[in-house]
């Protein structure tokens, strides 16, 4: 059953000092906050998968911008990809995944990936094939996270593959296919431009061909205005939240994580 989302079409007012934020952002919205030292903003974070016993390594290098570090939802999908693994049948991602062909390797998209970090622990929990993208300037650093990892995902079977992916570019979708299972993303909605070249690329992918695929999707909620990225997806797909995660210290919202799968989509003939 869906779960109930926290907030409706008039929004609640939402404090985003009370949130983390990346830099460049808040800048950008006027907003001041204490920075981290340049030791602890460029350290390398380290994420213990348990279900699979591994370590994963992600470089991030904020001063470079919000593409070169972690968000708080990719934390949050990359614990429930975790325990998706151990708890299989019972886990908020057990409806979603269950549904494709045993058998054969997932094969996922990642949009938006920055450090990478989702997508290298879905390629290590999951044991699929997995393309991580970005713009074309966040790259090297994702081949850099890939690479540094590759050895803990192959030990599961997994694979990281790296391309540019510019949302609303329609070279770019055209070399990116359409030949996955499922597509990943976390924190991508956070700038109102970005709305429009988003759902254009989740309709090429998951409207465009005969494959039937979901887009699964980590947010945390931060700007009222995000409602309308959410009214024009719910006209094109159809939108449940699947997974709410508890609000951390100091915050009254939490990461949800969304499925957006096209409308009347029956869930157990996915991949086919
Ligand atoms: C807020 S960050 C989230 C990064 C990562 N998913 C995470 O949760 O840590 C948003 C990401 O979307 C990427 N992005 C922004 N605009 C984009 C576009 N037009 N096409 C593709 N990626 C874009 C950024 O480079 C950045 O990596």
Redesign the pocket.
């Known amino acids: 059953m869906a779960i109930q989302e926290d907030v409706d079409d008039d929004d609640t007012d939402i404090n985003p000092v009370t949130m983390i934020f990346?830099e460049d952002q808040q800048q950008d919205e006027g907003i001041v906050l204490i920075s981290p030292t340049v030791e602890e903003r460029e350290a390398n974070q380290h994420h213990y998968l348990r279900s699979v016993e591994s370590t994963v390594e992600i470089r991030q290098l904020r001063s470079q911008g919000?593409?070169f570090q972690?968000?708080p939802?990719?934390t949050a999908l990359v614990t429930l990809l975790d325990h998706h693994r151990s708890h299989p049948t019972t886990s908020p991602l057990a409806l979603t995944l269950s549904a494709f062909p045993t058998g054969r390797r997932l094969r996922i998209l990642e949009?938006?990936?920055?450090?990478g970090?989702?997508g290298i622990a879905a390629a290590a929990t999951l044991g699929a094939y997995v393309t991580v993208t970005?713009?074309p300037h966040?790259i090297p650093n994702l081949q850099f996270n890939a690479e540094a990892n590759s050895e803990a995902v192959a030990r599961h079977s997994g694979v990281v593959h790296v391309a540019p992916?510019?949302?609303?570019e329609i070279d770019d979708f055209e070399a990116i296919g359409r030949d996955y299972d499922l597509v990943l993303?976390?924190?991508?909605v956070?700038h109102d431009r970005?709305y429009d070249?988003l759902i254009q690329t989740l309709r090429f992918l998951l409207l465009g061909g005969e494959k039937k695929m979901v887009f699964l999707m980590a947010h945390l909620r931060r700007w009222k205005k995000e409602s309308a990225f959410f009214k024009r997806a719910r006209k094109l797909f159809d939108v449940e939240v699947i997974h709410a995660d508890r609000p951390s210290d100091g915050s009254r919202v939490g990461v949800l994580v969304y499925r957006f799968a096209p409308k009347g989509q029956i869930l157990n003939s996915l991949g086919s």
């Open positions: 990346p919000l593409s972690l968000w939802a990719a949009l938006g990936s920055g450090t970090l989702v970005d713009l966040v992916l510019r949302w609303g993303g976390s924190d991508v956070y970005l070249p």
